[in-house]
């Protein structure tokens, strides 16, 4: 279909609809008439086969509502418009279809013509804009301030990297961005960088870039906001009788923690400032107690063992497992 049969037929009336019907009124008129004249019914009739091939036309437009406002404005500015063309600048009047029947059809005027046109009547717009955006901008129209397009990235990082945070390098359309990826980046997080996306036009912002971060798992540190937390082993009689453990930190240091007397597996201590530093301020580091129980037992080891649980006879580990359960 070109552009020309959008000024010479009228939709409306193919499909016999009023102007103003909503798409259901649309939809139901066209099916009815599709199969009235659908050339399985018509077999061997010409102008039924004609008529629809006309309906299909009138339908793919107006069940469009990009494309049915752009016909709706051009018609209406066609209705009130006063068209004149000269080569070279000379007279000779020509009508709406004589002037743009070249163009729609793949023409257009001749070298050196020169067209004026002026509107009458209540057009919501110039038809610059109606033009311009069925023919993308070709007819002198003038685009304005297109803001440019946001880009995605990917970057990678491990751990540590994304704990203390980075500036990576990125390759993005053929240019190289540096991004600044801020301490505590968590892994999915993503990284708004203003006007780093695709450039505006005539003089409008460029986009932004978002980058999604991945981050690599580290074996021993997992974070939680601005903590860092890790679980440490201690042997049966640290937990028992107490002890002060050494134990890493991410800066490849480590630091003394006090194990209390007594302490049972899964208890977290929590010393502080030894998590991550963001602008929120630095978080704590997070110590699991594991109480390891030893798979192998010399017979010294299983004697004492023994001696223990007889020594401690006497207490009831689950009394408080059983009454839990009876609540």
Avoid: C
Wanted: hydrophobic share 35%.
């Amino acid at each position: 279909m070109t552009g020309q049969d959008w000024l010479e037929k009228d939709f409306y009336a193919v499909l016999g609809v009023p102007k103003d019907a909503d798409a259901q009124t649309i939809k139901k008129a066209y099916r009815k008439l599709a199969r009235t004249m659908h050339p399985d019914h018509n077999p061997g009739d010409a102008s039924a086969e004609a008529k629809f091939k006309e309906i299909g036309e009138a339908y793919a437009v107006l069940s469009d509502p990009e494309q049915r406002q752009q016909y709706d404005q051009l018609r209406a500015m066609a209705g009130g418009a006063r068209f004149t063309a000269g080569a070279g600048g000379r007279g000779g009047a020509a009508g709406f279809e004589d002037l743009f029947g070249g163009m729609f059809a793949g023409g257009g005027p001749g070298p050196g013509t020169r067209v004026r046109y002026t509107t009458t009547g209540g057009g919501a717009g110039g038809f610059e804009d109606i033009l311009g955006g069925l023919f993308g901008g070709g007819f002198g129209a003038q685009r304005g301030p297109q803001p440019g397009a946001d880009l995605a990235a990917t970057v990678t990082l491990p751990f540590r990297q994304a704990a203390a945070g980075s500036t990576v390098a990125l390759g993005v359309e053929g240019r190289t961005v540096n991004a600044r990826i801020p301490p505590g980046v968590r892994d999915g997080q993503k990284i708004r960088l203003r006007g780093k996306g695709r450039p505006g036009e005539n003089g409008a912002p460029a986009g932004d870039l978002v980058v999604t971060v991945h981050v690599t798992p580290h074996p021993v540190f997992t974070l939680e906001g601005d903590n860092l937390r890790l679980t440490v082993p201690v042997s049966f009689d640290e937990a028992a009788l107490g002890a002060t453990i050494e134990v890493p930190t991410l800066d490849g240091g480590t630091v003394r923690v006090k194990v209390p007397e007594g302490t049972p597996s899964g208890r977290t201590l929590r010393v502080k400032g030894k998590g991550i530093t963001t602008s929120k301020g630095t978080g704590d580091l997070l110590v699991t107690v594991q109480v390891v129980v030893p798979q192998r037992l010399s017979g010294p080891a299983r004697e004492a063992v023994q001696a223990f649980g007889i020594a401690t006879s006497g207490e009831d580990v689950r009394a408080g497992l059983r009454e839990a359960a009876r609540q």
